[in-house]
C-alpha cells in the first residue's frame, strides 16, 4: 500500500478527507478535534489496490469537552 484516504464524519456530515503517503509498515497522523465532531465522530481509512480491491476500516471515537455553547447548569 502506498497511500491511504481517509473520511472524518460526524452527525452524518463530512468533517474532514484527505490521503496520507504510507513511508513504512506503520503510519501515524494527528487530527486536530472540533466543536462539530462532538459528541461522537467516525474515520474510515481506505486504500483502493492496484487490480480495484478496497481495503477499509473504521473506528468510531468520543469526542467529550469540545462544546460551541455555553451550558450552566442552576439549581433552585
Known amino acids: 500500500m502506498e497511500t491511504f484516504n481517509y473520511i472524518i464524519m460526524s452527525k452524518g456530515i463530512i468533517l474532514l478527507a484527505g490521503q496520507e503517503n504510507m513511508q513504512r509498515s506503520i503510519r501515524t497522523f494527528a487530527i486536530s478535534l472540533s466543536a462539530d465532531m462532538a459528541p461522537v465522530a467516525t474515520i474510515v ?18 469526542v467529550n469537552g ?11
Open 66 to 76: 469540545i462544546s460551541r455553547n455555553n451550558v450552566s447548569s442552576r439549581q433552585t
Open 45 to 62: 481509512v481506505y486504500s483502493i489496490e492496484r487490480f480495484g480491491d478496497v481495503i477499509a476500516d473504521s473506528l468510531t471515537f468520543p
